[in-house]
């Protein structure tokens, strides 16, 4: 009897260990959580946004940067908007800026980039007189983006991107000709395939009125595998002409790999 009470006793200290240890080793096996983005305290620091975008900020531009730069002298201070992804997310969201701040589109590249991917990364600089409007046009920039990323859809394959605003300003103009004042939007498709097919449908869907086409070796781009159609005219049409691109080209880009298709954040159009 007593060896039976004994045996009890040293089973139910080993079932208890044995509960303690599984946590334990579970945890040892989680793997390690992916480290937060490190904090910066640089002044010229604005902030961070999706498609690895950074804003920045310079006080007072270094006059020898003005002359190599070829920036007016009157802007004392330039915001800065660089991001590996996503070029045309970019130039809307910077249109956006330029017409809620009191500052001016100064340069817009598109660097062939994308992380590897088929199209572009971006590089624009906002000039101002005043430091704050600077900085000001770069955090309007940076929230835009989760927007205007909303029609971004991206596979292993290629991707497809779709802008429209109901009044183009002066960042659009710079970046692609856009009317001042008049509904714009773009389609971009890569491989170059899908957005010459996309392109011909947005041309056939609706009355637009073509402002430009941009292909691999042509009208503007760095050799990127996309094609990019530009097209203005009533709002409705230019709606409706993206809206029909859109459906084709998901349509296509799926048979490529066999990935779902889906936005980036949120579709705004």
Excluded: W
């Amino acid at each position: 009897m007593k060896d039976d009470l004994v045996e009890k006793l040293m089973d139910e200290v080993m079932r208890k260990m044995g509960s303690t240890e599984a946590p334990a080793a579970a945890a040892a096996e989680k793997p390690a959580a992916k480290a937060a983005p490190k904090a910066c305290t640089l002044t010229e620091f604005v902030g961070t946004a999706i498609g690895h975008t950074v804003g920045l900020v310079i006080a007072n531009v270094d006059p020898l940067l003005h002359e190599k730069m070829n920036i007016d002298r009157k802007y004392r201070s330039i915001g800065i908007v660089g991001a590996r992804t996503g070029a045309g997310p970019h130039i809307f969201a910077a249109d956006e800026a330029v017409k809620a701040t009191n500052s001016e589109v100064v340069l817009i590249e598109l660097p062939r980039d994308t992380e590897g991917g088929g199209g572009h990364g971006s590089l624009i600089l906002f000039g101002a007189e005043d430091v704050s409007d600077a900085r000001r046009a770069v955090e309007v920039t940076l929230s835009e983006l989760n927007r205007t990323f909303g029609d971004v859809y991206g596979t292993p394959a290629g991707h497809l991107e779709f802008q429209y605003t109901a009044r183009a300003s002066h960042a659009l103009h710079k970046a692609f000709g856009a009317p001042l004042g008049q509904a714009f939007g773009i389609t971009v498709g890569a491989p170059a395939a899908i957005g010459v097919l996309m392109a011909d449908t947005a041309a056939k869907a609706a009355t637009v009125v073509p402002v430009g086409y941009a292909s691999p070796g042509n009208g503007g781009t760095s050799h990127s595998n996309e094609v990019i159609f530009m097209f203005t005219g009533d709002s409705g049409a230019v709606r409706q002409a993206i809206i029909a691109a859109r459906e084709v080209g998901k349509q296509v880009l799926s048979t490529l790999d066999g990935a779902e298709i889906v936005s980036s954040t949120k579709p705004y159009i």
